[in-house]
């Protein structure tokens, strides 16, 4: 079958290929700038409001540059990550972090990173560099050469096809949140996973996926940090108990996904009001538009799973320039695996902006040194597509993408299903995603390529997840599996997954031991 991108009416050629306009593409596109090197950046919707990190607050892990305090939050963040954290790669974020937001506090005299604000002014000195913008157009497949290195991209822009040939791309594309209706996520569906699979990439650390944070209703952001200042209730008017304990967001989850609960920031200062409102303008935006006053009033909560926009799983990295093993290909944010950075605990909000950052500088640099190496013959390479689910079936098209949609989330989104595993739970999920793939292959496709590729991205991230859940027999940091309750020491490695029609897993070897908590002694960690 022809696929909507076989015929490109637009051609583009570049030394460097970002697709991705969140805070790892925009910095990634930076970075390969000021290494001489001509950029494309190609966003499914547009850069600068669009993604995750347009609709987060101003929270970015920013450690004073003294060294006993780096030592200590290091040292901190990598005891939280139960044995499979690298503080080497901790540090790294760290410091490319500080000398980052340094240039940001040059512009604003801030050190805080508002979302919105801070994508806008990464808009701005992209163009003001030359970078081509390409709004609007989501990139359907990836292209490669005869030896296998990626050598560009295709996708379709206001409905017409087209194809940029670079000498090397930078994979940006965030996480996937699975359509869970989290503000900012909607573009986030995990296309560059998938990509970055059809080419010979695999993944680490999918099986630390399962965070269900409780957020505010009708306005779900991505954000926990207003728990710590609540308190919550049942319809009638009576506390729900256990929510301010060690496992207070455990109970207040379960009791979310049971029955109406409504939250009040009743645990406020006066004082503090204002720091709470610069620090997640997004977060109180939707109160004051409908009147509600969150000090005061009560506001309905829900449970939400968060996906791999907030975890440790991704694409892995095979280099400290967020390079895959796949010659040209880089990833960076979201779409990358931070297991070896934060273990088997995701980071937070704010640490997971530093990550964004960090590696969109490192892989930004890295596409740039190899497209630089690849020299000017980048442009004349025989070239073949890799896409095939949901854009090249290999029968008639016939499945509709909502089938496949509903029955990802049926298998992926409860709370019951996600957050405490069981593996006959998980074999049977994995058998309904595995039949649905099979429909997939043969029969998805059609006149909706981007909604097609969209549903066959969140399929396969939710086959990962599944295979990989299976394999972790053990409880550690967010996985946690209700049939094997205790850490096994002999498990303490990362784990591998990949391939499309038949999954696979592989484990890494044993990691040395790290201690199981480390005393917080530098003000300012935020949990």
């Not at 620090?279 to 109160?287: N, W």
Request: aromatic letters at 6%.
């Amino acid at each position: 079958m022809t696929a909507a991108t076989d015929h490109p009416v637009d051609q583009v050629t570049a030394d460097v290929l970002v697709i991705g306009g969140g805070a790892a593409g925009t910095w990634a596109a930076l970075a390969a700038c000021r290494a001489g090197r001509s950029v494309v950046l190609a966003d499914k919707a547009y850069t600068g409001t669009s993604g995750a990190a347009a609709a987060g607050g101003a929270d970015v892990w920013d450690v004073p540059a003294d060294w006993d305090t780096q030592e200590s939050e290091v040292g901190h963040r990598a005891s939280l990550g139960d044995g499979l954290a690298d503080p080497r790669w901790l540090e790294r974020v760290v410091e490319e972090t500080r000398t980052r937001l340094s240039e940001w506090e040059q512009v604003s005299g801030e050190r805080t990173l508002p979302g919105s604000a801070h994508l806008r002014w990464q808009r701005s000195r992209l163009q003001r560099r030359g970078v081509r913008i390409l709004d609007d157009s989501p990139v359907l497949e990836l292209l490669v050469d005869a030896d296998g290195a990626v050598a560009g991209a295709r996708g379709l822009t206001r409905g017409r096809g087209y194809e940029v040939r670079a000498g090397a791309v930078v994979l940006a594309t965030g996480g996937c949140g699975y359509e869970a209706r989290a503000v900012g996520s909607d573009v986030n569906s995990g296309d560059g996973a998938l990509f970055a699979v059809e080419v010979g990439a695999d993944l680490s650390g999918a099986e630390f996926t399962a965070i269900h944070p409780v957020i505010p209703e009708p306005n779900p952001v991505l954000t926990t940090g207003f728990s710590r200042w609540a308190r919550f209730y049942r319809a009638d008017g009576t506390p729900v108990p256990g929510t301010t304990g060690v496992r207070g967001r455990s109970v207040l989850a379960r009791a979310a996904s049971a029955e109406p609960v409504f939250c009040r920031l009743d645990r406020v200062d006066p004082p503090m009001r204002s720091a709470l409102r610069l620090a997640q303008p997004a977060f109180f935006a939707p109160f004051d538009a409908d009147g509600v006053n969150p000090f005061v009033d009560l506001f309905p909560v829900s449970v939400l799973f968060e996906g791999s926009i907030r975890s440790s799983g991704g694409v892995s990295l095979r280099g400290d320039d967020c390079a895959t093993g796949v010659p040209g290909l880089y990833v960076a944010g979201d779409v990358a695996a931070r297991d070896h950075v934060f273990g088997a605990t995701p980071g937070t909000g704010a640490e997971n902006t530093a990550w964004a950052i960090a590696s969109g500088n490192w892989a930004g640099a890295g596409a740039a040194d190899f497209a630089a190496r690849l020299g000017r013959r980048h442009g004349s390479r025989t070239v073949r597509a890799t896409g095939a689910a949901g854009l090249r079936p290999t029968g008639t098209p016939g499945t509709d993408f909502r089938d496949v949609i509903r029955t990802v989330q049926a298998e992926v989104l409860p709370y019951d299903v996600g957050h405490l595993r069981h593996g006959d739970r998980l074999s049977a999920s994995q058998a309904e995603l595995d039949a649905m793939w099979g429909h997939v292959r043969r029969s998805l496709g059609g006149a909706d390529a981007v909604r097609a590729r969209r549903a066959a991205a969140m399929l396969a991230a939710a086959r990962w997840l599944h295979a990989a859940a299976l394999a972790r027999t053990e409880s550690r940091g967010v996985h946690q599996r209700s049939d094997f309750r205790a850490a096994d020491p002999a498990q303490a490695r990362h784990l591998t997954v990949g391939g499309l029609d038949q999954i696979w897993t592989r484990p890494g070897e044993i990691l040395p031991s790290v201690p199981a908590r480390l005393p917080l002694l530098a003000a300012g960690h935020r949990a």
